[in-house]
């Protein structure tokens, strides 16, 4: 009867958890449907999901019934076309199978039939979508800006979406004004030259879908002030329909000056990652190159510098600019790296051929489109070719309106290109020395060692150096990326709690259970192991990093008196602030190596305030506190031990 | 009571077995060729139109008509009209069900099978370009062979989606594949680039070498200039492209293009290698390999012409006494003896040279021509009209009429083109594709990010022989490659690139797939 009651119970918890994650099973997925937005396009419309979703299968239903039945295999998407034919006014339901659930949208086809798509481009700058409605309506009106004097590429685009002969005709009026530079050259166009205005007629036939008419043509404003261009075209179907469309744009023209006034470069940055993101540990404007000594002695250890792809920049920097008029505007944004004192770029700097496609002048260009009233951030690419000269040189940004020749604005920033640093090849000889001569003590004595420790000592170091792996290493190799995308140099904050304060807290523990040389050795290897077997990490500078603290840890430790007293330590207040003074030294002294070691060996060239704060933080606060922390941790473990 | 608690157990896993979203029905849609019923274990399938019985099928009934892949996905052989409806019933051992579905205005795609290849990852984390993988079906579409960039080639029985084998072929990759048939056997020829740059015969079935030949003894083989080079691979010799022909024979180009201090060196042949035994039946150049570059060729449906076009993106750092850069060779499929030539004249003043990327196109009869160039013009040629001019080596053609697709534009001072990489003859037409933007290598100062499409960009034409446009179809991305299938009716090309760097940068992927086309 117990046993049976036993059961009984086990199966109504069963059960009601069966209930629950059910329940959350089905409520979860419910929860987890998201929305799509439908845009219709002239053969179909374009699906899109606020997150990628995975997509078993899809139908649209219209009036006559299925007119899409798709089946997508699960695949993953964001967007997805769908390919049909859909009329004006009429409702269109679309259901997408996914593996969150079921999503169901409904949209009305917009009004108008989509026959055609006309864009009038001054200047000329990107095809507009077709997702767009501004080139579908039969009347359309944008503005734009242009600098006086300066030549403006500008087009008209027809496209036609539907097959059979259509006749298209119209012009494009210009005020007399404004100057066309060069004429457009299709079959069929005519320039007419009034008092008034400056006409283009053109004529031609589209007899497919998606076959196109687009006609370029140039102009420039000889003065500021404001102009209006217009474009007006007919379309003649083959039964002699006629659809007219009407395109307006207001071109405000302005000098020089004051369009430098409305786009502001307002903040530049290098080094900056890939998305823009700025790095600031490393110095600002600042290369380091790594000494050809260095490259050999990496290569010869099988360390892979950084960068060696050429052909990928070498690093970013991020340009942040400002709109402040009130429309839109395309620009150019050129970037080259010059000598300090003429305009030359070295070819070091150069981007590799294949991404220039041997152009005379090397400059990286850019092009964005910077919507009124924002700030823009634009990410370019910094190459280097091969290793420059060190020294200053000058990083040469210019602002070109899209459609125009000269730049309005130019910004000059200082780059400086370093290499040897004294105090890095110290450090990281230092480092080699006292590893190899760490390596040699250990193997020399290591009998020694080995005899004066118990079995039982040599498990409890064991146990400590897995556990400052599992405090230490684990919470970084987990968190670590997640707290450096967030809080960018300073989550040495976050990482030292881990690195630093939980890590010394245990160390400092574990001497004061068994203060004898070779107890933080032993303790050290065991979490160098366990993190080199887990997430790989036996390389050069691991090995180099790891030997230093060794040899600086044993050190503080001996020097304070732990390990040399041994038991005759005297944990009194004193003793312990002269203590946490020599393993704060100790590791500012490991800190500093491990960052030099990066410098001399990957090429990060860290700024000086970021090392101060890695010492003053890391080494100096949160070690401090540790060695408090480990005393009164230690109190306890003393005890349960005697 | 221990059977109580089993019982509940068995119970609560029921339950959420029934919770785990599985879709208990057939899935029935429609597909080019008929409709497609996916359900595990299917046994009977009955198609009805009205009160009339379109199909009826049943497991081991023998109709071979109706195709049924890896026991769960029927092909049904049925014509459909959008708008129709039907009512199929499926039943496999445990249930039946009954369907009612109207078909659309658009077939949908089956998938047949889906193999699992190596893993792979983005060339580069910036661009996002996708490794090579190159696939063949076999001449009776039983057996598909995949050849990867990780120089594996695995054959795979097309109905049960088995892996006949897998073998590492290459220390390269595994670049192009073709079936033959040998004494009843079936037999694959598979082209490597690899620093040998071998093409193999094998038995299909087994992956036994037939015979084998050694690129790289005539175009040579070449080292990575630097570490660490990503691209390496395209440096090394390379069979770029491969035809079996009806007769057995086999005809590739060898392609090797590389940069040695500062130059760029090319080293180039064609081939015709008896299927049977691997002799070389003869080679283009035939006392020496040409120094520019051979990317593609086509060659017509029983092998007696074949058309080339030479081309380099930079100056060569040789020229070759007979042969020109940037012209086109229609040769004697039978002997390799040049039949005409045309020096295609440079698109100035934004090019120096006329070069193409895979635009070379013969019509299966091999009367007609069709190349699409890297400035954009696509160019028709009847290649019986060559004739013979004074002071001209071989007899010279023209093309009947050129077309500027893709010519430059100007956006903004920088002039933007639309190559026209990719061409393809049919029946009566030929076809371009433009798949995307570039500028002309030189025309600009300063390096610029392509600053918008070129408004033929992503642009699929359909040109009649009479040079007459037929039909268009505007992509919304990139397109990869023409495919027209062997009655000149379907053609399809591939959408864009899967943007798996965008996927490994947060799951944002790019739109791909495929498009069909009826001509």
């Known amino acids: 009867m117990k046993n049976g009651g036993r059961v009984f119970v086990l199966s109504i918890i069963l059960f009601i958890a069966g209930i629950g994650a059910a329940a959350w099973h089905l409520l979860s997925s419910q929860g987890d449907v998201q929305d799509a937005e439908v845009e219709f396009v002239p053969d179909g419309a374009w699906l899109t999901f606020h997150s990628p979703v995975r997509i078993m299968n899809l139908e649209v239903e219209g009036r006559e019934g299925v007119i899409v039945s798709r089946r997508i295999n699960g695949i993953r998407k964001q967007r997805l076309w769908l390919v049909f034919g859909w009329k004006a006014n009429r409702d269109y339901t679309c259901t997408v199978s996914t593996d969150e659930g079921i999503i169901v949208v409904e949209k009305s086809a917009p009004e108008g039939d989509c026959t055609a798509g006309v864009q009038l481009s001054i200047p000329f700058t990107s095809m507009a979508g077709l997702t767009s409605p501004a080139i579908f309506g039969r009347e359309g009106e944008s503005s734009s800006m242009a600098i006086e004097d300066n030549g403006l590429t500008s087009a008209l685009i027809v496209t036609t979406y539907e097959k059979g002969d259509l006749l298209i005709t119209g012009r494009v009026t210009i005020p007399a004004d404004i100057k066309v530079t060069a004429y457009p050259r299709n079959p069929g166009t005519k320039i007419v030259y009034g008092e008034r205005e400056t006409s283009i007629h053109f004529r031609t036939t589209l007899s497919v879908a998606y076959e196109r008419f687009y006609m370029p043509f140039s102009i420039e404003a000889p003065r500021k002030g404001e102009y209006r261009l217009h474009a007006g075209v007919t379309l003649r179907r083959p039964d002699g329909r006629e659809s007219f469309f009407s395109r307006t744009v207001k071109l405000k023209v302005v000098g020089r000056d004051k369009l430098g006034e409305t786009i502001r470069l307002v903040k530049a940055s290098m080094p900056v990652g890939v998305y823009g993101i700025a790095l600031r540990q490393y110095a600002a404007d600042t290369l380091y190159i790594q000494p050809r000594v260095f490259k050999k002695l990496g290569s010869f250890f099988g360390i892979e510098p950084k960068y060696i792809d050429y052909h990928h920049p070498f690093t970013y920097q991020s340009l942040v600019l400002e709109n402040t008029g009130t429309g839109s505007i395309s620009l150019l944004i050129n970037s080259a790296v010059y000598y300090k004192e003429r305009d030359v770029m070295p070819e070091a700097f150069m981007p590799p051929d294949s991404m220039t496609g041997g152009t005379r002048d090397m400059a990286v260009t850019v092009t964005a489109t910077l919507p009124p009233g924002e700030k823009t951030r634009l990410v370019m690419p910094v190459y280097l070719a091969s290793d420059p000269v060190p020294g200053e040189y000058r990083r040469v940004v210019r602002i070109i309106m899209m459609g125009s020749v000269s730049p309005f604005a130019e910004y000059e920033f200082p780059l400086y290109v370093r290499s040897m640093n004294l105090l890095a090849w110290t450090f990281t000889l230092v480092a080699v020395f006292l590893s190899l001569t760490a390596t040699l003590v250990f193997v020399i004595m290591f009998k020694r060692i080995v005899a004066g420790m118990k079995v039982r000592w040599l498990v409890i170091i064991s146990l400590y150096g897995a556990m400052t792996f599992v405090v230490s290493n684990i919470p970084l190799r987990i968190f670590g990326s997640l707290v450096s995308a967030v809080a960018g140099p300073f989550s040495i904050f976050f990482t030292g709690f881990f690195s630093a304060l939980l890590y010394w807290t245990l160390l400092v523990s574990l001497v004061r259970l068994l203060p004898r040389p070779g107890t933080v050795t032993f303790a050290t290897l065991v979490r160098y192991m366990l993190n080199g077997i887990m997430f790989g990490g036996f390389q050069l500078a691991d090995i180099l990093f790891t030997g230093t603290g060794i040899v600086a840890k044993e050190a503080a430790f001996y020097v304070s008196g732990v390990t040399r007293k041994g038991e005759g330590f005297q944990w009194s207040g004193r003793s312990l602030v002269y203590l946490a003074v020599s393993l704060s030294l100790a590791d500012a002294f490991i800190t500093v190596t491990g960052l030099y070691l990066h410098m001399v060996l990957f090429r990060l060239y860290f700024a000086d305030w970021y090392i101060y704060m890695n010492i003053i933080i890391n080494s100096l606060l949160y070690t401090s506190v540790a060695t408090f922390a480990g005393r009164r941790f230690s109190d306890r473990l003393k005890w349960e031990d005697g | ?519």
């Open chain 2, 1 to 519: 009571m221990r059977g109580g608690l089993f019982l509940l157990i068995f119970l609560f896993a029921a339950f959420m077995s029934g919770c785990s979203g599985n879709e208990p029905g057939p899935r029935v849609y429609f597909v080019r060729d008929g409709l497609a019923v996916e359900l595990p274990g299917i046994e009977t399938v009955t198609i009805r139109s009205g009160e009339k019985t379109v199909f009826k099928w049943q497991k081991g009934g023998g109709d071979e008509a109706a195709p049924l892949f890896s026991d769960k996905n029927l092909l049904i052989p049925i014509h459909w009209r959008p708008g129709e409806s039907y009512d199929v019933e499926v039943r496999n051992k445990d249930a039946r069900f009954t369907n009612r579905v109207m078909a659309p205005l658009k077939p949908s795609p089956m998938l047949i099978q889906r193999v699992k290849l190596e893993n792979v990852i983005p060339f580069s984390i910036d661009q996002g370009t996708a490794p090579d993988t190159f696939v063949r079906f076999s001449g009776d579409n039983k057996y598909l062979a995949i050849g990867s960039f990780h120089g594996y080639l695995r054959v795979v029985e097309v109905r049960t989606g088995k892996v006949v084998y897998s073998r590492k072929i290459a220390e390269g990759m595994v670049k192009r594949i073709g079936w033959g048939e040998m004494d009843e056997r079936r037999v694959l020829y598979v082209g490597e680039q690899s620093p040998d740059g071998y093409i193999y015969c094998l038995d299909a079935m087994t992956g036994r070498e037939i015979w084998k030949y050694r690129l790289a003894d005539d175009i040579e083989t070449s080292r990575p200039e630097r570490e660490n080079d990503r691209y390496a691979i395209y440096k090394f010799p390379g069979v770029y492209q491969l035809k079996v022909l009806p007769g057995g024979d086999v005809v590739i180009v060898g392609t090797h293009g590389w940069d040695s201090e500062g130059k760029r060196l090319y080293r180039c042949l064609i081939y015709r290698f008896d299927g049977r035994t691997g002799r070389i039946k003869w080679r283009w150049p035939a006392d020496r390999t040409l120094p520019y570059g051979l990317t593609w060729f086509d060659i017509s449906d029983d092998g007696r012409k074949l058309l080339l076009l030479t081309s380099t993106w930079r100056p060569p750092e040789q020229t070759d006494s007979v042969y020109e850069n940037g012209a086109l060779y229609c040769l004697n499929g039978d002997t390799g003896a040049v039949l005409w030539e045309y020096k295609v004249p440079p698109l100035r003043p934004y090019y120096k040279r006329a070069t193409a990327w895979q635009g070379v196109a013969l019509s299966g009869d091999g009367r007609y021509a069709a190349i699409g160039l890297n400035d954009g013009r696509g160019m028709f040629f009847d290649t019986g009209r060559a004739v013979k001019v004074k002071g001209k080596r071989f007899l010279q053609n023209s093309p009947l009429w050129v077309k500027e697709l893709g010519t430059p534009v100007l956006i903004g001072d920088i002039p933007v083109s639309s190559p026209v990489s990719y061409a393809e003859a049919g029946k009566e037409e030929v076809y371009f594709v433009l798949p995307g933007t570039s500028i002309p290598s030189g025309a600009v100062k300063g390096k610029v990010r392509k600053p918008a499409p070129h408004p033929a960009a992503n642009q699929l034409y359909a040109v009649g022989f009479d040079g007459r446009l037929r039909w268009k179809w505007k992509s919304y991305g990139s397109m990869q490659g023409i495919y027209l299938s062997g009655d000149n009716r379907w053609l399809f090309t591939v959408n864009a690139l899967a943007g798996m760097a965008g996927a490994r940068r947060g799951g944002r992927t790019s739109p791909f797939g495929i498009t069909l086309f009826d001509t």
